[in-house]
């Protein structure tokens, strides 16, 4: 059975830091590249960021470059998001989803909750 | 960023009846392999996004024929065919090929 496990979500306030975890199983971790999206009220669904499957290739959208780092652990089956100077517009329900190098396949998890406010 | 716009934004269905959605992104979404990454998705309430098709047209395993979707360049179209009480919630185009990927607005589905 595939497990796709967000944690980490909380309050904190703006110019803090977060670390998110997206502990994964029931798949072969390293062949699926894996992306964070968040959900917010206002700004609908939007991609955060993503990692290749050998964590070689990385991508940010603009509004988090130089805040946010992606990683990978690929013998823990586990992704990671460090956010830091966190902002207010940074809130929302962070997605973490794994897609197949093959694009056929596809998981999300149930999403983490971050706040950002003072 | 490309731009993902999708009409109508809400969309009453009688049940048994169809139901279309229309996404048209501002960039032809045609990579240099010749395949299309646009996908459709659907999250019922309270769930998680849940994708329904792949380049424009494969479905996800699992998700019932009635789902099907067509188009090229920049047009596209989700077709729901004899909609089902469990297709209630909201609907997303998202393309996948110009970094950062991007979500239309999204299109609610209620039964009337």
């Known amino acids: 059975e595939v497990q796709v496990m967000e944690s980490g979500g909380d309050w904190v306030q703006p110019g803090g830091s977060l670390r998110l975890s997206c502990a994964t199983s029931?798949?072969?971790?390293?062949?699926?590249?894996i992306h964070w999206v968040r959900q917010s009220p206002g700004k609908g669904l939007e991609y955060v960021s993503a990692?290749?499957?050998?964590?070689?290739?990385?991508n940010y959208v603009d509004s988090v470059k130089g805040r946010f780092t992606i990683s990978r652990d690929n013998p823990k089956n586990t992704l990671y998001l460090q956010m830091s100077s966190l902002r207010p517009e940074d809130s929302g329900v962070y997605y973490c989803?794994?897609?197949?190098?093959?694009?056929?396949?596809?998981?999300w998890g149930q999403g983490t909750l971050v706040t950002v406010s003072s | 960023d490309v731009v993902m716009t999708q009409s109508p934004l809400s969309l009453p269905v009688t049940l048994g009846q169809s139901a279309s959605i229309s996404c048209n992104s501002s960039q032809s979404l045609v990579y240099s392999d010749g395949n299309i990454y646009l996908n459709w998705f659907q999250q019922r309430p309270g769930q998680s996004p849940r994708r329904l098709l792949y380049?424009?047209?494969n479905r996800d395993s699992g998700v019932p024929d009635r789902f099907s979707g067509s188009g090229s360049g920049t047009d596209f179209t989700l077709k729901i065919s004899r909609v089902e009480s469990e297709d209630v919630g909201v609907y997303y185009c998202m393309q996948g090929i110009h970094w950062p990927w991007t979500f239309g607005q999204g299109t609610k589905v209620e039964i009337k």
């Open positions: 989803r794994a897609v197949a190098e093959t694009a056929s396949l596809e998981f």
């Open positions: 990692i290749s499957g050998n964590g070689g290739t990385t």
């Open positions: 380049k424009v047209s």
């Open positions: 029931g798949f072969t971790f390293k062949n699926y590249a």
